[in-house]
T-cell receptor, first 118, second 114 residues
């Protein structure tokens, strides 16, 4: 597609439910990032993939969070046993830059998935 | 101390004025620097990147980088109401065991009033 596509755009979950958020990056982009953005804050880094390899997962807040990109294209962020503090917008972004290159920071963001945990 | 610091504002300027947005960062070996604009309810979009000391101009936007002072700024000339948004400073570091993490500041809210 022409841009980064995320689904669902909105998700309401009851506390304790599992959720899965999908990201379809720009075709050919090797780098893929997930960010979490709380209201009124800047995006917080969660994890980074180069192709199918998860090179950095230092931002994942707990072992309830898991991300994968098995074929180096579509990525899924999974949150198990959701808690109220997980409520946020989850942003996916892709870049044509490769790991270690400065232009990797030129990100194209999707519209985000807004998660509300009741 | 946060890695990337911005004045959260809000910054209010009249239409036609120059808006000046500032950002400091803590990691001396940061490689590249970016400004993203985020409209309310939308996702961030890249408006400027700067990789070396000095000024970089693109239309009404000028980014300034001073690595010695660990400071990066964005100037918006002839501000328009359509520039009203949150401006996010982002700093990129790739080295050692880090493959590249783009770290954002908390954002500065800019309002341009007619």
């Amino acid at each position: 597609g022409a841009g980064v596509s995320q689904s669902p755009r909105y998700k309401v979950a009851k506390r304790g439910q599992d959720v899965a958020l999908r990201c379809d990056p720009i075709s050919g982009h090797v780098s893929l990032f997930w960010y979490q953005q709380a209201l009124g804050q800047g995006p917080e880094f969660l994890t980074y993939f180069q192709n199918e390899a998860q090179l950095d997962k230092s931002g994942l807040p707990s072992d309830r969070f898991f991300a994968e990109r098995p074929e180096g294209s579509v990525s899924t962020l999974k949150i198990q046993r959701t808690q109220q503090e997980d409520s946020a917008v989850y942003l996916c972004a892709s870049s044509s830059g490769q790991a270690g290159t400065a232009n990797t920071g030129e990100l194209f963001f999707g519209e985000g998935s807004r998660l509300t945990v009741l | 101390q946060k890695e990337v610091e911005q004045n959260s504002g809000p910054l209010s300027v009249p239409e036609g004025a120059i808006a000046s947005l500032n950002c400091t960062y803590s990691d001396r070996v940061s490689q590249s620097f970016f400004w993203y604009r985020q409209y309310s309810g939308k996702s961030p979009e890249l408006i400027m990147s700067i990789y070396s000391n000095g000024d970089k101009e693109d239309g009404r936007f000028t980014a300034q980088l001073n690595k010695a002072s660990q400071y990066v700024s964005l100037l918006i000339r002839d501000s328009q109401p359509s520039d009203s948004a949150t401006y996010l400073c982002a700093v990129f570091y790739a080295g050692g065991t880090s493959y590249g993490k783009l770290t954002f500041g908390q954002g500065t809210i800019l309002t341009v009033h007619p």
